[in-house]
């Protein structure tokens, strides 16, 4: 025998608790306010602090928030049917402190109580972001934080090109690039952002034309500059993480130095003929750079940038493991590396995994130590063989 719709609501009334809006505000300590309605309902807005799951979810879901039989959980719609419908699953389910809100959200607002908007992704970066939106360890709150993140790439060669070109794709909202070069053919072996029509134009017109052109949403901060003790704190400053693809000394330990002094993650890379190294480098969270290298070594020791030579697929690897460490990062998922350094070695095939540690007595990052002030060192290249060997 079928039960009509009105003979349900009418059992329903009989068994569940149905409470004014007034009661949501002075409900229980520990109690849930879950609204069921759709999710273009919810978008025009919700009782503050209530957790949304629509009704065609919630038997699905309703552990996440209650996982107690007796949690006290109000449930409000737009106008109270549906919530006292989703209240019978409930009841039947076995939770024993379920009630449904009279009059749902409308009666909510028509007496004048606060309400909330969600944020929401815009149409055009749902479906950009549709596979970002089905992991759950991204989802729609993820991507907020991917599009709230700034970001500085130091270098828009080897190592910045494929790590901004990913960190663009991925909607990291604001990508700053730092670079004081212009496009050479010798770099486009290498250097993807860049390419032939852009010999002899600045690596950063050329990097936010690439990038912008691939993700109109990213805003594109550039600086044709070269860090400089006089400039590092106004360029990096804005900046939540610093990805370091620099090739050179100087701007290693200024970065380095920017990052130990606001503790803010630097995202460490080098590359050297076949072999790659990545790190993160997060101060008061494990050793700085200056921890393995308090100073750099003579120059006459250093081959020239020009000299190292380098695979050209090399760094689309090294810089992409760059790029995956700062989105983890900005998640705030996984195991990240800090305290390691990952040594890529691409004739081998392999990769290896060193522990870095923490130089009680760093000149920059040990306890108690007063900041020195940046140095602006002589200008030579940086390879990545010193690393391991001082790993080791
Ligand atoms: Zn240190």
């Excluded at 209530?50 to 699905?60: D, M, N, Q, T, Y």
Aim: hydrophobic residues 35%; negative net charge; aromatic residues 8%.
């Amino acid at each position: 025998m079928v039960v009509s719709y009105q003979d349900r609501l009418q059992q329903l009334k009989r068994r569940i608790p149905e409470v004014e809006p007034s009661e949501v505000k002075r409900r229980p300590q520990g109690a849930v306010v879950i609204d069921v309605r759709e999710k273009d309902e919810y978008e025009q807005g919700y009782i503050p602090g209530a957790v949304h799951i629509p009704r065609g979810f919630l038997e699905i879901k309703i552990d996440t928030v209650a996982p107690a039989a007796e949690t006290p959980i109000y449930l409000y719609c737009a106008g109270g049917t549906r919530s006292l419908l989703a209240a019978g699953n409930l009841a039947e389910l076995g939770y024993t402190n379920v009630r449904s809100v009279i009059g749902g959200f409308r009666k909510w607002k028509e007496e004048g109580n606060p309400f909330e908007r969600p944020r929401v992704l815009t149409a055009d970066e749902e479906k950009r972001y549709s596979r970002h939106l089905t992991i759950p360890e991204v989802g729609p709150q993820g991507q907020f934080k991917l599009l709230d993140a700034k970001v500085l790439c130091v270098g828009a060669g080897g190592l910045g090109s494929p790590a901004a070109y990913y960190l663009a794709a991925a909607g990291v909202g604001t990508l700053g690039i730092v670079d004081d070069d212009v496009v050479d053919e010798s770099n486009l072996q290498r250097q993807i952002l860049h390419n032939t029509r852009r010999l002899g134009t600045p690596k950063i017109d050329s990097a936010r034309e690439t990038l912008s052109a691939f993700n109109p949403g990213v805003k594109i901060e550039t600086y044709k500059a070269r860090l400089t003790s006089e400039n590092v704190e106004e360029i990096c400053g804005p900046y939540d993480i610093i990805l370091d693809g620099s090739d050179n000394f100087p701007t290693r330990y200024l970065v380095n130095d920017f990052c130990v002094k606001h503790e803010k993650p630097n995202v460490h890379g080098s590359v050297f003929r076949f072999e790659g190294q990545v790190t993160v480098f997060w101060p008061g969270r494990g050793p700085c750079y200056r921890c393995i290298f308090p100073e750099p070594p003579p120059a006459e020791l250093a081959p020239s940038c020009a000299e190292a030579g380098v695979l050209g697929v090399l760094p689309g690897v090294i810089g992409l493991l760059e790029a995956i460490e700062t989105v983890k990062l900005i998640l705030d998922k996984g195991d990240t590396l800090v305290g390691r350094l990952l040594c890529y070695d691409a004739l081998k095939a392999s990769f290896v995994e060193l522990s870095l540690r923490r130089d009680p007595d760093c000149p920059y990052c040990a306890d108690g130590v007063e900041f020195p002030g940046y140095v602006d060192y002589a200008r030579f290249c940086a390879s990545p063989r010193e690393h391991a060997a001082a790993a080791r």
